[in-house]
């Protein structure tokens, strides 16, 4: 008897929930990344990072946001650089999917436990053909990291030499990946540049936005696309995506194209090119990319509010971006004309949502405000010298995993670093997910109670 329980402990990890199992993997990822990144071979001062830092630098690299207390080439050696952008791919990825794709590269046989835990992570309907899809998000990820670091070596190398180089490949990685990490302080003399000295360059600026945009859209939305041309239609999840991911990305350009139109410390100094550019480039980096083409800090209160927005929304299901996802937001939107319309179905391009997504979606939109609200106000009680908004920024790009900040993060004692770190993790595994993986055993357990229905008044 003794001997059968020994036993089970043992393969109690496999016998794990898949979405527990998530978080597990995060977990480990974040804490071996802080580990390695605070010992002195990865400082270029050769000292101790304060472990506080080096677990805010792996949760940030770890969970794809790019929020840094440091400028990652001005206090990271090397060997710390290379860590971090491993964490990032790691992250991105995520360990269950890089795991699954090495058990195949190596020929090792996955069973069905593996096939579901993998299912979950690439979060994809098809679980018929979840082997053959890891393989192929893997192999695809690498294949667009490598044409946009070749892109963007035509640029960097002839400038910078091989550091150019070295600078492609991570741009490459940071942006499909959308961690918002950047090196360029390596080759520009300054802090915190990110791409600010290159909206003269379109080639830098639209390549960067291109993986941002790609890498937000998800492999689901990936493969409909191209298997359009032979079944000439595509889901409903597809067209939900790029509908509202292309207004959203229409709508911040004009929108901070107007608002910072005329600021001296933003749009202001530029030529009308640099400023289409510098726009466009900062619509798309607001929902899942913390690279900045201008000063974010120097923004009119009315952007700032307006990019707190986009960075709640983030990007699509599936992929390297973070927030509340665009389709979530696309089902609030469609509930709420609903709703004003006195229909009873929700229904979009001809089809009807069932009642699960719509509580779905309101779950996770309701969980993420409450989140980012809780954060904010704890933040706000213990360094009440910032001002409120700057706050809201910084905690809703933790939680969208977006990266982009005002200049607050550096600035934030033990206690408010621990916050956010809580916040990218969550916004990393979702909030949803994280519920359902702690009360995954519960539910089952009260799944065949039947209560009598209660009558409210709302609204």
């Not at 080439?73 to 992250?91: E, F, K, M, N, R």
């Not at 940071?174 to 300054?190: K, L, N, P, R, W």
């Not at 291109?210 to 492999?219: A, Q, R, T, V």
């Not at 509340?324 to 937001?329: L, M, N, R, S």
Request: with cysteine.
């Amino acid at each position: 008897m003794k001997i059968r329980k020994n036993k089970k402990n043992k393969h109690n990890l496999l016998n794990m929930a898949p979405q527990k199992l998530l978080v597990l993997s995060f977990m480990v990822l974040i804490l071996v990344g802080a580990v390695l990144l605070s010992m002195p071979f990865c400082s270029k001062s050769g000292e101790w990072t304060p472990f506080i830092n080096a677990l805010f630098t792996s949760t940030s690299a770890s969970c794809i946001t790019g929020l840094i207390v440091y400028d990652t080439h001005t206090h990271w050696s090397i060997a710390g650089q290379i860590i971090i952008l491993t964490l990032v791919q790691a992250g991105a990825l995520g360990i269950i999917t890089l795991a699954t794709f090495f058990s195949l590269l190596l020929k090792k046989k996955v069973g069905l436990k593996g096939m579901l835990i993998a299912q979950e992570s690439i979060n994809t309907f098809r679980y018929d053909e979840v082997l053959k899809i890891v393989r192929k998000i893997v192999t695809i990820t690498l294949i667009v990291e490598t044409i946009g670091a070749l892109i963007l070596a035509l640029r960097f190398v002839p400038q910078f030499g091989t550091f150019g180089l070295y600078m492609s490949i991570f741009y490459s990685i940071s942006s499909f990946c959308s961690a918002g990490f950047d090196i360029t302080s390596g080759a520009i003399e300054g802090k915190f540049l990110s791409v600010t000295p290159f909206n003269h360059d379109p080639v830098v600026i639209y390549t960067i936005s291109g993986l941002i945009i790609f890498g937000g859209l998800g492999y689901t939305v990936w493969r409909d696309l191209y298997e359009f041309r032979k079944n000439k239609t595509l889901l409903f999840h597809t067209k939900l995506v790029l509908v509202i991911s292309s207004l959203l990305l229409i709508l911040g350009t004009l929108f901070i194209f107007a608002t910072e139109y005329n600021n001296p410390k933003t749009l202001g100094p530029m030529s009308l090119i640099e400023k289409i550019n510098a726009a466009f480039f900062q619509s798309t980096a607001a929902r899942s990319a913390g690279l900045n083409s201008i000063n974010l800090a120097d923004m009119k209160e009315i952007s700032k509010v307006f990019t707190v927005f986009l960075m709640f929304v983030g990007a699509a299901p599936g992929s390297t971006g973070g927030g509340i996802k665009v389709t979530t937001f696309g089902v609030i939107i469609i509930t709420m004309f609903s709703q004003i319309k006195g229909s009873g179905d929700v229904i979009l391009f001809k089809r009807k949502l069932n009642q699960y997504t719509v509580n779905k979606a309101l779950s996770i939109t309701g969980l993420s405000a409450a989140l980012i609200l809780i954060i904010t106000i704890a933040i706000v009680s213990i360094q009440g010298e910032f001002h409120v908004l700057d706050i809201l920024y910084e905690t809703t790009s933790a939680f969208g995993t977006v990266g982009a900040s005002l200049g607050l993060t550096p600035l934030l004692n033990t206690a408010s670093k621990a916050l956010i770190i809580l916040t990218m993790f969550f916004g990393r595994v979702g909030p949803l997910s994280f519920a359902i993986a702690l009360t995954l055993k519960s539910s089952k357990r009260n799944s065949d109670i039947v209560y009598p229905e209660a009558k409210i008044l709302v609204g």
